[in-house]
């Protein structure tokens, strides 16, 4: 797959099958129960439940962060000089997930490569009805919205991700972008992985990916 540079994001599909998502899943669950494993930055008790640092603790999502399939569409929104961010498990529970429209970085001012790329792997299907990612296309290349990051609850030229599991939503960084409500019965679990060009990484972590 391609990035879209005037959209601001691309899915790429297939990018885990269905049985590792089930692995990685259950491999989340685990982490959620052994309270002595916990990272310092764990919430595993929150309407909406975060891990940290994943690739250190399950090795298969260690291993999908590598795919071609994923560092080749990095590699177009950021170029060949990034560091690996942030490896996490967001997953909303019913009633929970809802974000205001957002950034993930300052808003853009020129026309270089972006300064952020972030990829979203569903670990269930995402629907309507249990919060679809929202994206606002085109909006990386419009600095007058990215500074109202945080405060647009909606806007009118959003669209919905129903992407299934194991597909990656990869975006600028820039792109506005968030959570809705999860309406369903059963939580909507997530990897987050977020690449920056600054020499941001994880515990002294150097090589890229």
């Known amino acids: 797959m391609t990035y879209d540079e005037e959209a601001g994001y691309v899915v790429v599909p297939h ?18 129960s052994d309270e002595a494993g916990w990272d310092p930055l764990d919430k595993p008790h929150q309407g909406t439940v ?9 090795p298969l999502v260690a291993q999908v962060i590598g795919r071609n399939a994923l560092t080749d569409v ?5 170029g060949s000089s990034r560091r690996l961010a942030q490896v996490s ?5 019913p009633g929970h997930g809802r974000q205001d429209l957002h950034a993930d970085d300052l808003p853009k001012l020129d026309d270089g490569p972006a300064r952020v790329a972030t990829a979203i792997v569903p670990l269930v299907d995402f ?19 990215q500074r109202r990051a945080g405060q ?4 009118c030229k959003e669209i919905v991700m129903e992407e299934p599991a194991g597909s990656a939503i990869v ?25 920056r060009l600054a020499p941001v990484d994880l515990a002294g972590e150097t090589a890229q990916r």
């Open 15 to 32: 990018l885990m099958g269905a049985d590792e998502v089930m692995q990685v899943r259950s491999a989340c669950a685990e982490l959620v």
């Open 50 to 58: 975060h891990l940290e640092n994943l690739h250190r603790r399950i």
């Open 74 to 78: 990095v590699g177009e929104v950021l």
């Open 89 to 93: 498990l967001r997953s909303p529970g």
């Open 127 to 145: 629907t309507t009805t249990n919060g679809a990612t929202r994206l606002v296309p085109g909006s990386h290349t419009r600095p007058d919205l």
């Open 152 to 155: 647009l609850g909606d806007y």
């Open 171 to 195: 975006l600028s960084g820039h792109l506005l972008h968030s959570g809705r409500q999860n309406r369903s019965a059963e939580a909507r679990p997530a990897l987050q992985l977020v690449w």
